[in-house]
């Protein structure tokens, strides 16, 4: 059965690189424009990996996996940030949150399917 990530970003022509990517390599994929979309979409349906960037209207990266971590079927979830911030203090504060990787735009689409592949959960 296909593993199921979720890309969260408000580009669209990056979530549509992204989900390219993904389903080349045998993902499902749930698009979401911003953290308050993609957390509407946690209806329970089992995650694999969750792709966030920082930087969004309505609601940031950031305080989007601090909102999905107190739901119980998110709360062990891993969550990659896919985003043009590259201070340390936006990292830690990532990581503080339950970030689990670090991904800096631009990137290349087999190194984010590397680093998917890497932690995505059995």
Known sequence: MAKTVMIIDDSVS???VVTIA??????EVIEA?????ALSKLNGERIHLIICDVN???????????EAKKLPNYKFTPVIMLTTESQEDKKLAGQ?????AWVVK???????ITTVAKLILP
């Open 56 to 66: 969004m209207p309505n609601m940031d990266g950031i305080t989007f996996v601090k």
């Open 96 to 100: 503080a949150a339950g970030v689990k």
């Open 22 to 27: 993904l389903k080349n390599a045998g993902y």
């Open 106 to 112: 631009p990137f290349r689409p087999e190194r984010m």
């Open 14 to 16: 990056l979530r549509q």
């Open 33 to 37: 424009c911003d953290g308050k979309d």
